[in-house]
């Protein structure tokens, strides 16, 4: 099956820092999002990103479906962006598979 | 509803019970995931609805897993003779494609087994 990895697999940042995060597949894929799970453990929405490029607000993402890999870039960090970013990729199926993610820790 | 909505948020029962957890997918969406996620991983799929069919249920661990999703909209994940190893977070998604699209997950329920 395909597989995700996800580097760093840690981040410590000042506030304020940018920082970029990466996710390889190794299969190609028509799916794919990126999620950041809060300290209180929610799964929350970033983007999805099968392709091209997206921002929302810091934050944006780009996936180059032909080399297999995406980047999500987190501007300006703030201390509420601590927490674990997953990448998550459907290669022609319903399932996603989800890397192992970047634990993120932003210090004030 | 205006998201997914899982209950209970935490369930801590003692080995051999059996715990039922529940799903309350978006309104409308007809794609239904259970994931599971153990401490320090990523979520590991367990099982796929389409509408009330399910699809795919290759990620159960065992047979005493199963779900259900009798009318296309809530579902309900079952454990049976709970084990310590099933001590858990179990996160369900639901989606308004058929076959991925973009997952929406709800809160999560920890199940703790004792």
């Known amino acids: 099956g395909i597989q995700v990895e996800q580097s760093p697999p840690d981040l410590i940042l000042q506030e304020g820092a940018n920082s970029t995060l990466r996710c390889n597949f190794s299969d190609s894929v028509n799916n794919l999002q990126w999620f950041h799970q809060n300290p209180w453990g929610q799964l929350i929405n970033l983007f999805y990103?099968?392709?091209g490029t997206k921002q929302n607000g810091r934050l944006s993402a780009t996936t180059v479906a032909t080399e297999r890999y995406s980047l999500l870039y987190i501007s300006s960090s703030q201390t509420t962006d601590s927490g674990v970013y997953f990448c998550?990729?459907?290669?022609?199926?319903?399932?996603?598979?989800f890397g192992t993610g970047t634990r993120l820790k932003v210090l004030a | 509803g205006a998201g997914v909505s899982q209950s209970p948020r935490y369930k801590v029962t003692k080995r051999g019970q059996d715990v039922a957890l529940r799903c309350d997918p978006i309104s409308g969406h007809v794609s239904l995931y259970w994931y599971r996620q153990a401490l320090g991983q990523g979520p590991e799929f367990l099982t796929y609805?389409?509408?009330?069919?399910?699809?795919?249920k290759s990620g159960l661990p065992n047979d005493r897993f199963s779900a259900e999703r009798p009318e296309g909209s809530i579902s309900t994940l079952t454990i049976q003779r709970t084990e310590q190893r099933d001590s858990a977070m179990y996160r369900c998604a639901s989606s308004s494609a058929t076959g991925a699209g973009e997952l929406f997950f709800g809160e999560g329920s920890r199940l703790t087994v004792l």
């Open positions: 990103i099968p392709s």
């Open positions: 998550a990729v459907s290669s022609g199926t319903y399932k996603y598979i």
């Open positions: 609805f389409n509408y009330e069919a399910q699809q795919d």
